[in-house]
């Protein structure tokens, strides 16, 4: 008798991962002793922050959570990230008017046209788009900012002959590179060297050449892959995906024109990404703001597009309605804290943590410090949180085993390599939902560039954790 093969292992809903990594926390919460440090208030970087006490961790009573925390804790996390939750609503209905217009399609379409008889500029446009992404992440720590650049880059990646993957790749991994190499970023260079008493921004050279280095390698990997997909659709990790959209495509709009309109609706759509930039820069924007910048950003692309009021009413709520999936798996994300945060558990980890790198020698400290620092990281993505509560700790640890302060601050940057894959990340998750890529896909797609960015950063701590100086390191 022929024994039935046994069916593929499918890789479940990226909901039922997130879910289950909030079952696996609350789980250890119920072994993971309580405990908590001491937190100030200080000013930081001109901003009144609250800062880790070092030295100051003890014991709790217990905190226990009851089953229940599985149900509550998603709950809360919609609580907790209400802003982003909003965020993600309006920039949704926004771009579902924009397309309505007609004019990213048509624009797409005069592009790719263009590049096509002009190759030579096809070839530069990874590579200068990505380093444009880094150097905003490196200067002033893009990473939220970078959801609404996804719904222009996927559909010119797929004009192009790419895929949905290269359009995500190019603005979130080049962000994410200079996020994590960052030479000038306030919010976590700036913050984690004032909080370790070091002169700010010091150490330059040495961060402007892992700037450039991690740049080029997150490039290089999309370039190839990216080349790869233009031979053979057939070997893009959303082949089947990319198909659908494409037949959907076809059966569905009929091909629309370029016309002067859809040049004044691309041209006030570039303006206001320009209003953004000045926003964020100069006057300090975050969900609120730039919620609202988009959301008269759809009226007006709307109003200049030439649809009726009914019209953009429809899109917006077609586009809000894209992004449910999306905000459910941004709550569940934010339901670790939540439960790590109620448990009292992450200053314990914290704790246990440094105390094992301080027994290590030198050479195996720095990259004990990024493994904790990327575990923390797990549950606290915003990099200047994460710098509040561990560089107090890290930095005098790194005097008690031989390291200079800087390479404890080196180690804290390195860890946002981890960020693009982490299913707990709002950001990762809110760019994949904009894009329609599973999780389980980006991260097959994803794991080997992984691999070489954590070699990549243990390599890059050697000269740092051996007294090597480059520049007033």
């Known amino acids: 008798m022929t024994a039935t093969p046994s069916p593929r292992f499918r890789m479940p809903h990226t909901l039922v991962v997130v879910m289950g990594l909030v079952a696996l926390v609350l789980a250890l919460s119920w072994i993971i002793p309580s405990g908590e440090f001491q937190r100030v208030e200080a000013v930081v970087e001109g901003v009144k922050r609250t800062v880790t006490v070092p030295g100051s961790f003890h014991s709790l009573p217990k905190a226990h959570l009851g089953p229940e925390k599985l149900l509550l804790a998603p709950l809360q996390g919609f609580a907790d990230g209400a802003g982003l939750v909003a965020f993600l609503f309006v920039v949704g209905g926004a771009f579902a008017v924009l397309e309505q217009t007609g004019a990213v399609a048509a624009g797409i379409r005069r592009l790719a046209r263009f590049l096509a008889e002009r ?176 959301f008269a950003l759809g009226i007006l692309l709307g109003w200049v597009g030439g649809l009726r009021g009914d019209d953009i009413a429809r899109g917006f709520v077609a586009g809000a309605k894209d992004m449910v999936g999306v905000v459910l798996i941004v709550a569940c994300a934010k339901a670790l804290l939540v439960i790590a945060r109620d448990a009292r558990i992450l200053d314990t980890l914290l704790y246990h943590a440094a105390g094992g790198v301080s027994h290590l020698p030198r050479v195996l400290a720095a990259p004990m410090m990024f493994a904790v620092q990327s575990v923390i990281n797990f549950f606290i993505h915003s990099g200047t949180s994460q710098a509040a509560l561990t560089m107090p700790i890290m930095a005098p640890l790194a005097d008690l085993v031989g390291l200079t302060r800087q390479t404890a601050v080196y180690a804290f940057q390195l860890c946002e390599f981890v960020n693009p894959i982490l299913p707990t990340s709002a950001v990762t998750m809110g760019v994949l939902g904009a894009a329609k890529i599973p999780w389980e896909r980006w991260a097959r797609w994803f794991l080997p560039l992984l691999g070489w960015l954590v070699v990549l950063s243990l390599l890059l701590l050697i000269p740092p954790s051996v007294g090597f100086r480059y520049g007033p390191f």
């Open 119 to 294: 190759p030579v500029y096809e070839r530069f446009l990874i590579p200068v788009m990505m380093a444009a992404f880094s150097l905003a992440g490196a200067v002033f720590g893009m990473s939220e900012e970078v959801i609404p650049f996804i719904l222009i880059f996927v559909p010119l990646a797929r004009g192009l002959g790419y895929d949905g993957v290269v359009g995500v790749a190019i603005p979130f991994l080049g962000a994410s590179a200079g996020f994590a190499a960052a030479f000038f970023n306030p919010f976590t260079v700036g913050i984690a060297q004032q909080l370790s008493g070091l002169p700010l921004f010091s150490g330059l050279p040495y961060r402007l050449l892992t700037w450039v280095v991690g740049t080029a390698a997150v490039t290089l990997f999309t370039m190839r892959y990216a080349a790869k997909v233009k031979r053979d659709p057939g070997a893009s990790v959303i082949h089947d995906l990319e198909r659908t959209h494409t037949e959907a495509q076809a059966g569905g709009v009929t091909e629309v024109a370029w016309t002067r309109r859809h040049g004044w609706v691309l041209a006030l759509f570039a303006a206001m990404l320009g209003l953004l930039i000045w926003g964020i820069l100069r006057r300090g924007w975050f969900f609120e703001e730039i919620g609202a910048l988009f």
